[in-house]
Structures are given as structure tokens and as C-alpha cells.
């Protein structure tokens, strides 16, 4: 076991690992999501400074930012038309998984509905070259693509088919990219539009995913990003033109996994993000024709949002780190040179929060893991909460947390480790947890414990610990199966009982977990035994659960069974449901609200004493 202090690399300056946190008390908005007009000339982008995340305008040389008027409704994604008339918005009503496509003018008129009626969810896969008409994927119990005129809103479908999802469609739209397939296993369809024939773009090599995939320039060649044939993720082209012919890998590496590319317009150029060990990202951008890549130093420790104005004059992207909220920033391609959407953001000072600490160590069966570790003021050992992301297959980066800020304001320790199942570190390990591995996931947080306890960081009897979504289905699992070993819990939005839940979730999120958790008719009795609530008599410990109200990913149900239960033996528990959110907190109070109650959970429960600030 070591511990490893790595320098952030970023072009900001780096910041030493300050112990005079961030007050808590202060909301701070977040700017994400960019979308360039075709010119380069302005941005719009999302941003929740008004209580939700809503659509921004700001023009790149000047002026501040414009809210468009889309409503009350949080927006998840944003593209402006490559004729620059239009705004197409991706609506969550009431927060919920279910979604919504809207366009409007970019001044704000002409606001309509294009897609998403009824229990039908929709999600943009982008526009065609003339600009007035998206290709879309609708989803209910089965996938549908199709393409939708922007003005008019008329459709013409492509393709149904179960776990079906449009990626790309040749200018003509004579030809579309289809992604087939559960989680962890995905693969690419070339769908000839005119005869419906389909076939698969890549052999099927029996491991792997296929998850991104676009049409180059000319129509005969796809680049996707794929571990089917290495490891860790990269990219390969195919050439449609020869196809007994094996792809070609464009990009990929040893110490860095794939985690995104952006083609540019006319698809000569695409830029990289590189996810390194530990979660921190590298930029580069890559000439598809030379095969020439270029690095471009990373304008803060997380990036994303990677997206190319029509022109291919600008690259924007979404930067963050530990005490940096996301904002957008904009990179000139041809020489690297990035800076900041917004010049009158307030800059961040060393005082602002506390950096983590990447830490190595090993599961019970040797397995390597790691982890970020946020230390209070003073020496350890410290009350010390275990963080435990969402997916599996996410990712604890070092990203922009103001829970972990203010958890080490109260003087807990935090460590937020990637147990097996987690993305950024392989194929082989993001499947670790499948099916019966899931017990190496649980079993990999008592690793944790037991070495935080080893290591002097966490004080015996007052470790705890928190997680949202799959996080949250972690926490009550490791409180049943090992109990002692902690002494509270937060469990936001988690799964109880696999049999509720692949019941009442969207049908086509359960037909696309049965990969990862098991299939509940014929992996029946290891769901029973992996659910939570079959061992709820084995949890002894204060536990407060969490949930939104109009979640239909992991159903609010599954929180208030557990309560009930909890209830029933006169265990301490508290049940906090968020009025108006589904599966993520997207307005700013209610994810406060949900920061604050665990806050003060684990403070109240883990004895701890406040840290002085300053």
C-alpha cells in the first residue's frame, strides 16, 4: 500500500493541498455544456446560476451572458444548428430520466417540441449538414431513430430495435450509424436506410464495447472508440469500402484510456480526451488523414463537453478540478492557446478548498485500487467517510465536490475510491463487478476501511460511509454484509431490492442492466441474496436515505422500503425525498439540501469536531 501526491497538469498554477477549506454555506453555479454558433462567435452554453440548469448566450470577445427563455424545466444538452438558426435543447421535466427535445431560435423565439411525447424519452444525436433537421433517438420500451425536421417537426423513422440508439447518418441519409446492445457490451450497425438491411461494423471479438462511432468525411470510412481490441479504450477507423479488411487504430495508448472524441465538422480533425490513472484528463487533438497528434495542455484536471464550432476555428470544452467549478473555456486549435468563455468569473484563490491525494492500495484478493483522499487540518486520524460514486461504470475523479468540501470543513476525512467496476482503468476491470463479482465490489470497500484504518487516517468507530445511485446501492450493501465495520451511512437514490427495481425502473434501463447485474428471471436467487433488503437485519447503524421524488431510474421506492424496514426494528434512520427531482439533483437548492443533511448525518453520527477554518 503507498500513498501518491501527483501534480496537478494543468496550465493554471498548481495548488498545494491547502487545509483551509471552502465555507459550505456559499452555493456556487457551474457553467457547462457549450454549444458554438457555426462562426465561432458566440457560445451558448448551460449553466444553473438560476436556480436550474437553463440555456446561456455569450458572445466570445464581449458582453456578458443572456438567459433564452426555455422554460422551468432543467436542460441536459444543447447544439446550435450548423446554420446557425436554431437551438436544440434537451429537456429533463421535473428532473426525471425521461426527456425532452425543444428548439428555439437562438434569440430566444420560436420555442417547440420536436421529440420526447408522451413516455417516450429523447436524446440528440446531432444535425444534419443543412442545419434544419436532427437526428434523434426515441426511446420507450424499444429504441427508434429518426430524423426530425426542426421546423416543421416532421419524422421519418429509420430503425426500431431493443437497446437501439442513432449515432450518425451520412449526409444523404442514405446510411446510419446504429449502437446495439447492454451496458459493458455494446456494439455498431451500418443500417442501409433504403432497404432496412443491417450489419455489424466490427467483428464481434467476444470482449468489449463499442460505444462511440461517427462517419468520416467522405462516407466510406467510421471511426469509433472501442476496447473491443485492446485494453483500454482507443480509436480505429473502417473502411467501408474494404470490408474483410481489420481496423485500423488511429489513437490509443499504455498509460491512458480513450474517453471521448470530438470529430470536427468536416471530419478532418478530432479532439482527444485522454483519461489518465487516477481520473485526471489530457487533451490532444489528432489530423485523421496524417495520423498526426498534437497535445494541448488541459485548461483544469476534468475535462469535457469537447465540441468544435462548424468552422473548426474553435474548440470549447468544459474544465473543472477539486476547487474550481466547471466552467466553459475555449481553445484555439491551430496554436493550443485556451482561455476562459467568462473573464468576469471570480478567480479562485489557495484558500478556496482542500486537494486530494491520489492513493494506491489493494483489494482483499490483491486486486490493485485506488482512490482520491481529502484530508481535515491537523494530524489523523480523523472521522473519516468512504464516498462511493454512481454507475458502476463511472469514474471518482478529481472533479468539483462541494460535499467533500465540506465534510473536510467539519474535520471528516474523505476518501472516494474506484472500487472494481469502475471506468477509466481497462475492460477487464470495469467488468470485475459483473454478475457474482459484484461481492468483489462490495468486499473492496472493507479494503478501504481496513486500510484508512491501517494508514492512521481513520479513527476506529468513527468511519462512515455515503454514496448516490449505484453508490448508494453500495452502502447499504456493505452495512449488511459487514456490520461493525461502520459506524453511519448516506444512501441517496440506491437500489434495495433487484427484483423492485429491474419491476419499476424504465424498461429500457432495466433491458440494458441484465449485462452488468444479472437477468432477474435466471440470476433470480444471486439478485435475492446480492439486494440489500434481503439482509436489512443485519443493519444496525444510523442510516439516512435520500431520494428524488420523481425518479424513474432507481424508483423513490426503493429508498422507502428500506426505511419501512428500518422503521419496523427501531433502527435510527432518517428519509429525506426531494419534491420536484428525479435521479440527479439538478436545481441548486435541492442539491444543496441533500449536501447539508448528509453533512450534518455524518458529523452528528461520526462525533466529529469542527475544523478552524483559516
Not at 436554431?86 to 417547440?112: F, I, K, N, Q
Not at 491551430?334 to 492513493?359: E, I, K, M, W
Not at 437477468?519 to 431520494?547: E, F, G, K, N, Y
Amino acid at each position: 500500500m503507498s500513498v501518491r501526491i501527483e501534480t496537478p497538469r494543468t496550465t493554471r498554477r498548481a495548488r498545494p493541498a491547502s487545509h483551509r477549506p471552502v465555507s459550505p454555506s456559499v452555493p456556487t453555479s457551474e457553467d457547462f455544456a457549450p454549444a458554438p454558433s457555426p462562426d465561432g462567435r458566440r457560445v451558448a452554453f448551460l449553466s444553473d446560476r438560476a436556480g436550474t440548469p437553463g440555456v446561456w448566450v455569450c458572445e466570445v470577445d464581449a458582453g456578458a451572458p443572456v438567459a433564452l427563455p426555455v422554460g422551468d424545466e432543467p436542460v441536459l444538452a444543447l447544439s446550435w444548428s450548423p446554420d446557425g438558426q436554431w437551438l436544440a435543447c434537451v429537456v429533463a421535466p421535473g428532473g426525471a430520466p425521461r426527456t425532452e427535445l425543444w428548439v428555439l431560435r437562438p434569440d430566444g423565439s420560436r420555442r417547440h417540441q420536436v421529440a420526447g411525447f408522451g413516455r417516450r424519452s429523447a436524446a440528440l444525436a446531432g444535425w444534419l449538414p443543412d442545419g434544419a433537421v436532427l437526428a434523434v433517438t426515441e426511446t420507450d420500451e424499444r429504441g427508434r431513430a429518426l430524423l426530425v425536421d426542426a421546423v416543421t417537426g416532421r419524422r421519418r423513422v429509420l430503425a426500431e430495435g431493443d437497446l437501439l440508439t442513432l449515432l450518425d447518418v451520412t449526409p444523404d441519409a442514405g446510411v446510419a450509424l446504429l449502437r446495439r446492445g447492454p451496458r459493458n457490451a455494446r456494439w455498431l450497425e451500418l443500417l442501409d436506410v433504403a432497404t432496412g438491411v443491417r450489419r455489424r461494423l466490427l467483428p464481434d471479438t467476444g470482449r468489449g464495447s463499442t460505444d462511440q462511432g461517427w462517419f468520416g468525411p467522405d462516407g466510406t470510412s467510421v471511426l469509433a472508440r472501442t476496447d473491443a481490441y485492446s485494453e483500454l479504450a482507443a480509436l480505429v477507423r473502417v473502411d467501408l469500402t474494404r470490408p474483410d479488411q481489420p481496423p485500423t487504430r488511429l489513437a490509443g495508448r499504455p498509460d491512458a484510456e480513450l474517453e471521448h472524441v470530438t470529430p470536427s465538422a468536416d471530419g478532418q480533425r478530432g479532439a482527444l480526451l485522454w483519461n489518465t490513472y487516477g481520473g485526471r484528463s489530457e487533451l490532444s487533438l489528432l489530423d485523421f488523414a496524417s495520423g498526426v497528434q498534437r497535445a494541448v495542455a488541459a485548461p483544469g484536471e476534468v475535462l469535457g463537453d469537447a465540441v468544435f464550432a462548424a468552422d473548426g476555428g474553435l474548440l470549447c470544452l468544459s474544465a473543472q478540478g477539486p476547487v474550481r467549478p466547471r466552467e466553459v473555456w475555449l481553445v484555439d486549435p491551430s496554436t493550443g492557446a485556451s482561455r476562459p468563455l467568462r473573464s468576469d468569473t471570480a478567480p479562485q484563490t489557495d484558500d478556496a478548498g482542500v486537494a486530494p491525494q491520489l492513493v494506491d492500495l489493494r483489494a482483499r484478493d490483491g486486486l490493485p485500487l485506488s482512490g482520491w483522499l481529502y484530508r481535515p487540518a491537523g494530524p489523523g486520524p480523523w472521522p473519516t467517510a468512504i464516498s462511493l460514486h454512481g454507475g458502476p461504470e463511472a469514474q471518482e475523479r478529481p472533479g468539483y465536490n462541494p460535499l467533500f468540501q465540506a465534510l473536510v470543513a467539519q474535520g471528516i476525512a474523505v476518501f472516494a475510491p474506484n472500487v472494481r467496476g469502475s471506468s477509466g482503468f481497462g475492460r477487464s476491470f470495469v467488468a470485475a463487478d459483473n454478475l457474482a463479482g459484484r461481492y468483489g465490489a462490495i468486499a473492496d470497500v472493507a479494503a478501504c476501511a481496513d486500510y484508512l484504518v491501517d494508514a492512521g487516517v481513520a479513527r476506529p468507530g468513527q468511519l462512515g460511509c455515503l454514496g448516490r445511485s449505484y453508490g448508494g446501492y453500495l452502502v447499504l450493501a456493505v452495512l449488511v454484509n459487514f456490520p461493525g465495520l461502520f459506524a453511519a451511512g448516506v444512501a441517496e437514490c440506491g437500489i434495495s431490492d433487484f427484483r423492485t427495481f429491474f419491476a419499476g425502473t424504465e424498461p429500457w434501463i432495466a433491458a440494458a442492466a441484465v449485462s452488468k447485474y444479472g437477468d432477474p428471471q435466471r440470476d433470480a436467487d444471486l439478485l435475492r441474496d446480492l439486494s440489500p433488503l434481503t439482509h436489512v437485519d443485519r443493519l444496525d447503524v444510523p442510516v439516512l436515505l435520500i431520494h428524488g421524488a420523481n425518479d424513474t431510474n432507481v424508483p423513490a421506492g426503493e429508498s422507502a422500503q428500506v426505511a419501512e424496514a428500518l422503521a419496523a426494528r427501531g433502527v435510527p434512520h432518517g428519509h429525506l425525498v426531494l419534491d420536484g427531482e428525479g435521479h440527479d439533483f439538478l436545481a441548486r437548492a435541492n442539491a444543496e439540501a441533500a449536501r447539508t443533511a448528509t453533512t450534518a448525518w455524518l458529523t452528528r453520527h461520526l462525533a466529529a469536531t469542527a475544523t478552524v477554518v483559516g
